[in-house]
């Protein structure tokens, strides 16, 4: 079945512990992003690679890094996360820029 | 980025009825997409209509675009309570951004 696979689907952590969030795909698409999701703030997105090796900064990259070493696998890294970045967050993919998003079943992050 | 809204930002409705949802942008794009998000869930894409296109349909989906208007509707013919979700339009701008600009969403509730 193609699919965009984030894990954890739940994840509560304490401010200044790194984590990673996973995100893989099985579609061979090019193009992956990550997003977060906050009320009245709707979907703001935090990073985006066109390819391997290739990644750029959305809206509201600061806190976050991202690698892309293989096509398939985009993780999202917070090196020291702090409350306000309590989200809900999103990765997705694409087969080029400006096609429609496959995304995944989304990462809820809480930060105490 | 500029970004899109919806409106209205909820609509309730019978089972049978039609839904209308509306985007209003604010500069030239590329293409415009809809997706649906069931609560707390990943979106999933509905259709996508290209600047040069002024009409699309999928199933019970009919989708308008108005170039001059700068604003699309979303059309949900008989609905059914299963479309009951949140629906959001992205916005793709022409000229090379790399970043989709989502609405904040309209949520339907189709009561059985």
């Known amino acids: 079945e193609a699919q965009v696979t984030q894990n954890p689907r739940y994840l509560i952590t304490v401010t200044g512990k790194k984590l990673t969030v996973t995100c893989s795909q ?3 698409h090019e193009y992956m992003s990550w997003y977060r999701q906050d009320p009245g703030l709707g979907l703001r997105q935090i990073y985006y690679s066109m390819n391997v090796e290739v990644t750029d900064k959305g809206d509201v990259p600061e806190g976050y890094k991202v690698s892309r070493k293989e096509k398939r696998n985009f993780p999202l ?14 990765c997705a993919s694409s087969t080029r820029r400006g096609d429609g998003y496959t995304f995944g079943s989304g990462t809820r992050l809480t930060v105490v | 980025s500029q970004q899109g809204e919806e409106d209205p930002q909820a609509l309730s409705i019978q089972e049978g009825e039609n839904a209308t949802m509306n985007c209003s942008y604010k500069t030239s794009i590329n293409n ?8 707390g869930r990943g979106l999933v894409h509905l259709i996508l209509i290209r600047s040069n296109e002024r009409e699309k349909h999928s199933g019970r989906l009919r989708v308008t675009l108005d170039t001059s208007k700068k604003s699309s509707s979303l059309l949900i013919t008989a609905s059914r309570a299963a479309d009951t979700a949140s629906y959001f339009c992205a916005t793709f701008e022409s000229g090379g951004s790399y970043i989709p600009t989502f609405g904040r969403g309209t949520s339907l509730i189709v009561h059985p």
Do not use: A, C
């Open chain 1, 26 to 28: 099985n579609m061979n």
């Open chain 1, 77 to 90: 890294i917070l090196e020291s996360p702090s409350p306000n970045q309590t989200s809900l967050y999103f």
């Open chain 2, 32 to 39: 415009l997409q809809w997706y649906r998000q069931n609560s």
